[in-house]
């Protein structure tokens, strides 16, 4: 049974290191700066569990708000009322909207870090544009912009505006409050103004503006023009602008997008996506500024043990 119980150990820890050996991946905040250097924004714990058991999720209805941007720049945006705790894809969103269902847990005081360390990288006194992105698909992009989006009109009082730049797997329409029919696209074509292609959260000053009516060849707008010029209009409207770009390695796009952007950040989620793929996405880049990374998912075991222990003061304070 010794002997036994001995080798069975040793062989447990001989797969282990070996899989570590073969597809090593980020499983903790030190494998970030290891790999990266100091570019780390956040790590984001795993909240999955958190919707366990939650069936209510009370949004308000949605109302006109007031955009404040330059003199006689003001723009109104309006919504149809929605029956509350109604956003447009159910349970699957909610899910994801951690900043809002569960505003103090962990993971939503991270993202408030994320809202803060992110303000002091913006040096530059104009609306900042960021790009979210990934090196593959799956790895929490969309989450990430939500809820640093919806944190950073929350708590800071910010002018947010999320816009979906991913044409081929759109998702930020479902986290609105009510549906919209134009978007990014459309804005892109001419075909209609900015003002009509965004809806606002009722309590917050945060708008989305989804990818709007796109068909064969819509990827082609974010290549050319009329992108900059949707830009240079909402910048005059908003403090941030927050881009749900495409992941980079599938497709070109980002390699485009970047341009039009201020600062890059780079979700990673832990224990999925190989340090091979993301050093190669990230070389596949010409980006002028740093990449700040948002490691995403972690579990609990790969958190710093402060992280965890000042969680478990704060939760033991809140009861």
């Not at 040793?10 to 980020?26: A, D, H, I, K, Y």
């Not at 903790?28 to 058991?53: N, T, W």
Request: proline letters at 6%; a neutral charge.
């Amino acid at each position: 049974m010794i002997l036994g119980f001995l080798f069975g150990g040793v062989l447990g820890m001989g797969l282990s290191v070996l899989r570590e050996r073969l597809t090593p991946q980020f499983r903790g905040p030190e494998d970030v700066e290891l790999l990266m250097g100091p570019q780390l924004l956040v790590a984001i714990p795993d909240f999955s569990f958190l919707m366990k058991g939650q069936h209510q999720f009370p949004i308000s209805m949605m109302q006109k708000r007031r955009l404040g941007g330059t003199e006689g720049s003001q723009l109104q945006v309006t919504g149809a009322e929605r029956p509350q705790g109604s956003l447009q894809n159910g349970d699957r969103c909610r899910e994801r909207f951690v900043a809002k269902v569960f505003p103090h847990s962990m993971a939503a005081e991270q993202y408030r870090v994320a809202a803060a360390r992110l303000q002091l990288l913006n040096t530059n006194s104009r609306a900042s544009v960021v790009a979210v992105t990934s090196a593959i698909k799956g790895e929490g992009k969309t989450t990430t912009v939500i809820n640093l989006g919806y944190t950073l009109a929350r708590d800071f009082g910010k002018r947010v505006l999320l816009l979906d730049c991913d044409f081929v797997c759109p998702e930020l329409k479902h986290f609105s409050e009510t549906p919209i029919t134009y978007g990014l696209a459309d804005c892109c074509r001419g075909d209609i103004p900015v003002e009509e292609a965004m809806t606002s959260f009722t309590d917050i000053p945060c708008w989305i503006m989804p990818e709007g009516r796109i068909g064969p060849g819509s990827t082609e707008l974010l290549k050319t023009g009329p992108l900059e010029r949707v830009l240079a209009q909402l910048r005059e409207k908003f403090d941030y602008i927050l881009l749900n770009a495409p992941p980079i390695l599938p497709v070109a796009t980002m390699n485009v997008l970047e341009r039009h952007t201020d600062l890059l950040l780079l979700v990673v989620r832990a224990n999925l996506t190989s340090q091979d793929v993301v050093k190669r996405a990230v070389r596949s880049l010409r980006a002028s500024n740093p990449i700040h990374v948002v490691l995403n998912c972690v579990p609990m075991n790969g958190l710093p043990n402060y992280m965890v222990e000042y969680s478990r003061l704060e939760d033991r304070t809140l009861v």
